[in-house]
């Protein structure tokens, strides 16, 4: 019998990027189901509602959305970060537009994770917060008082100064917030409080922002009230010689794994990805099981640390290659362009405009300052999610390292390579472990033929192949 590869309707959604439709056509369900997540930065609960449809199509099977309770006002993205209470209001939509957006998603077989920031409140002085809660930095009516908050007094401003130093980086202020004492029983009645109202509206679980600063036994105490399967992902910045480590809060959840974001940006912006073939790559990282991977978040792709929308090649082929991978459960990232670190999205006096991603199907070299990505909607990407879900748990054999190329197959099922390089061409002639025939490359919708399962080929500068053996329908 004749062993079928990628159909051809897919090469022709590849190929014809004129065409105004975009939403992906239903796939059959794959032999084995990866979680793919994406973060949809700072997008309107209206706005995420009307994606969840293309998303669950795409097939992606979890949203995390930016926090939803009422935050202080102004127009950086980072005022979402600091609560002045527990009601669900804020600059992305109110209570009843949230709940809407999570029921919609959830029909949708699309799962949404609420970014949950517990850690602190804000570090304004005094204020009015969005939905018109009037409070202090150590004030918030009807939740806390001073007391309610530590006192570090290590620095002379409380605030975390050395890294190095437990006490200061789990006891002293983040940037000024004021810092959530988490042993004290009302603290910890409010925040569960609050997750379980989330919970209650049908979130599937939490990003724990700032996990890091608060001390891991005592956040597992109130993550152990919460309900029986309830998802829970923290962010523990991974540092060099700290004493506080994402391995410290796996009894407790899954953690982002910063560093394989920071390897991902050296591969491909420093042109040096050899080193992705090492057999110790993932020795210092935390298990694969318990990780979600990423290429970039909503702080990384700011400070520099990790490849971002103006990197726009480079960040459309280190996507491509961690959905090709099979360490942790991926997680894209969909943003808007910023002029500076602290721009939010654009707002009219209606607020954040909905967001409209139709026609996007491939990155652009430029974007201009407030448009909206749409990373999540590049046709690579999704085809990269079908590589995924297709090669299921397949082993990763046959590594091929050569100067800026690194390639490696899904046994038998798929072969992914890519040459990092910005201006030099690269040939290969590599076992794919492929049955012969003619594939499709996920990438950019070209050819090509394996031969005695040998690929014998020429990559252009940044480039990638990602083939892929189609599954027999029953």
């Known amino acids: 019998m004749r062993l079928r590869v990628l159909a051809s309707a897919l090469a022709s959604a590849l190929l014809l990027t004129s065409c105004s439709a975009t939403e992906p056509e239903p796939q059959p369900e794959p032999r084995y189901e990866s979680l793919v997540g994406v973060q949809l930065f700072m997008w309107p609960w209206e706005s995420v509602e009307r994606e969840c449809s293309f998303l669950a199509k795409a097939g992606v099977d979890w949203v995390l959305v930016s926090p939803p309770q009422e935050h202080i006002t102004g127009a950086a993205w980072w005022t979402v970060y600091q609560p002045v209470s527990y009601q669900i209001e804020s600059r992305l939509g109110t209570r009843a537009e949230f709940s809407t957006m999570v029921q919609t998603c959830t029909d949708f077989g699309v799962e949404i994770i609420a970014d949950a920031v517990i850690n602190h409140m804000t570090a304004q002085s005094s204020g009015t917060g969005y939905a018109g809660t009037e409070f202090t930095k150590y004030e918030y009516p009807g939740l806390y008082t001073r007391e309610d908050f530590h006192n570090c007094n290590l620095t002379p401003n409380d605030s975390i100064e050395n890294y190095k130093n437990l006490a200061q980086v789990q006891t002293c202020e983040l940037l000024g917030l004021s810092d959530l004492d988490q042993t004290r029983q009302n603290v910890q009645q ?128 280190a996507t491509a290659m961690m959905l090709a991978e099979d360490y942790g459960q991926p997680m894209l990232y969909s943003s808007y362009a910023f002029p500076a670190r602290d721009s939010g999205p654009y707002e009219t006096v209606k607020g954040i405009q909905p967001i409209d991603c139709a026609g996007v199907t491939a990155p652009k070299a430029e974007y201009k300052n407030y448009e909206w990505i749409c990373q999540h909607r590049w046709q690579s990407t999704i085809n990269m999610i079908r590589f995924r879900d297709v090669v299921g748990n397949a082993a990763v054999v046959e590594k091929y390292r050569e100067r800026g190329v690194y390639g490696f197959a899904r046994e038998g099922i798929g072969y992914f390579i890519t040459n990092v390089f910005d201006t030099q061409e690269m040939s290969v002639s590599i076992q794919t472990t492929l049955p012969d025939g003619e594939y499709v490359n996920l990438i950019d919708g070209e050819s090509h033929v394996i031969s005695d399962g040998i690929l014998s080929t020429t990559l252009p500068p940044m480039s990638a192949i990602a083939l892929l053996v189609e599954p027999q329908e029953n």
Request: charged residues 25%; negative net charge.
């Open 190 to 317: 409010n925040i569960l409080g609050y997750l379980n109202d989330l919970l209650s509206l049908g979130v599937a679980g939490f990003r724990i922002d700032a996990a890091k600063h608060m001390y891991a036994p005592d956040l597992k105490v109130i993550i152990d009230q919460l309900p029986e399967g309830t998802r829970i992902i923290h962010e523990v910045i991974r540092g060099g010689g700290e004493p506080v480590q994402p391995e410290q809060y796996l009894d407790s959840g899954e953690v982002w794994e910063f560093d394989y974001a920071r390897n991902m940006r050296s591969y491909f912006k420093g042109e040096v990805i050899p080193p992705a073939a090492s057999a110790i790559r993932f020795r210092d990282f935390t298990p694969s099981s318990q990780t979600v991977a990423f290429v970039s978040n909503h702080d990384t792709e700011r400070n520099g640390e990790t490849l971002s929308y103006k990197d726009s090649r480079y960040f459309e082929l």
